[in-house]
Each structure stands twice: as C-alpha cells, then as structure tokens.
C-alpha cells in the first residue's frame, strides 16, 4: 500500500494564479480530509468528504474547492492564490467517522 | 477558548528520560483520542489511538485519558534521539455530522544524546 500520495511536493505561486493540489489513498477509506497547518495555529480543517459525491466545509473553506468523484481521489483546488494561502497542506484519510485518520507527506505552498 | 489546548513547549530532556506530553480539552462529547508526531517537514505519523477513558500501551509509549479532568497525556519510557519531533494531539467527538478531528498545536521535544 502506498497510503495517502499527494502531488507536488512544493509549488510557487504568483497572487491570483490557480493550481490543483492531488490526494490520493489507496486503502479504500471513505473519509478524507484536507488541512492546513501554519506556525502556531495548528492543523486547520479545510473541506472533508464522507464519501464520493460528498463534501462538506471545514474551518477555514474559503478560496478552496474540492470535489470527490471517486473513492481515491480528493484534490483540492485554489481559485485564485492570495499570499495568505502560504502553507503547508496535509491530506488525509480513515476508514470512517471516528476512526484514526492516516495523513499524506505534505505540500509546501508559497504564493508571492 | 480553543476545543484543545497543548503546551506547545519546547521540551528539552536528556536521553534516557520519561517523556510527558499533555493536552486538555472542553467538549465532553470528545470519545476518541490520538496522538501522532511529526517529524520536522513530514507528515503527522499515527502513534497511539483510544476509545474513551483508560490507559493504552505500545512498546515504549503509553497514552492515558482522563475524561473526568478532560486531560489526556502520552509518556514515552527511555526517550531516545530518534524521539525528537513534534507530538499533536487529536480528538473526535462521537457524532455523526459536523467536523470530524480537532487537533492541538503541538508540543515540540527534542531528546539530548
């Protein structure tokens, strides 16, 4: 099993560019999530998904998009980079509600 | 008030050392308890996992929750170098809707040869 995979590693974006970051689990799990996490603030909940064709908000949803049409597969998109968004971003997975969720390598993003 | 609070240190210890790390919480609807590390520039890595009040044993780790104090903590027996690393805490409530983790920010241990 590879786990959760997430591409690319590192990206540089100019202010107003989009991009898509990958997630992607191998192990069937229904849940996925996505977070970002920032110097003393902890990981923050992003967008979730309980299931394909199900996605819900999280903590701080604005300028991000996701959408889940199949099992494996949670990108997530920036509609329009804003430095703020400097962050690294952490996919993750469980089996369902109230199982431990398995977190992916990361991507570190800079928008200048 | 955060949902989960943790020292976020830096703890500094000689090898050889009982580690304890901390966190405490509000939401008594909290059922499930975890605790990852995160090595510098990795992702969160699953360390231990809980249902509920009681202790949990693996190895050199051993996790404690106390839900009557809303206190849960992870103490490392024989703290080695290979120890040094961020440890979270993560908590989810016994609910079928709304956000599913809530994590504290970390506590940063670093384990001296």
């Known amino acids: 099993n590879a786990g959760v995979t997430q591409t690319p590693k590192f990206q540089v974006l100019k202010t107003g560019q989009s991009m898509t970051l990958q997630c992607a689990q191998d192990m069937n799990h229904e849940y996925m999530s996505w977070y970002r996490q920032d110097p003393g603030m902890g990981l923050r909940l992003i967008h979730y998904?309980?299931?394909?064709?199900?996605?819900d908000q999280g903590e701080v949803p604005n300028g991000y998009n996701v959408s889940r049409s199949t099992t494996e597969d949670f990108p997530l998109r920036l509609l329009s980079a804003a430095p703020s968004q400097t962050s690294v971003y952490f996919c993750?997975?469980?089996?369902?509600?109230?199982?431990?969720?398995?977190f992916g390598p990361g991507t570190r993003l800079t928008v200048t | 008030q955060k949902e989960v609070e943790q020292d976020p240190g830096p703890l500094s210890v000689p090898e050889g050392a009982i580690v304890s790390l901390n966190c405490t919480y509000s939401?008594?609807?909290?059922?499930?308890f975890m605790w990852y590390r995160q090595y510098s520039r990795k992702g969160p890595e699953l360390l231990m996992y809980t249902y509920s009040s009681g202790n949990k044993e693996d190895g050199r780790f051993t996790a404690q929750v106390d839900k009557s104090s809303k206190y849960i903590s992870l103490f490392i027996r024989d703290s080695q170098p290979s120890d040094s690393a961020t440890y979270l805490c993560?908590?989810?409530?016994?609910?079928?809707?709304?956000?599913?983790?809530?994590f504290g920010t970390g506590t940063s241990l670093t384990v001296i040869p």
């Open positions: 939401n008594s609807a909290f059922q499930y």
């Open positions: 993750a997975s469980s089996y369902g509600r109230n199982y431990e969720q398995y």
């Open positions: 998904s309980v299931g394909a064709g199900i996605t």
């Open positions: 993560a908590m989810s409530p016994n609910t079928n809707t709304g956000n599913q983790f809530y």
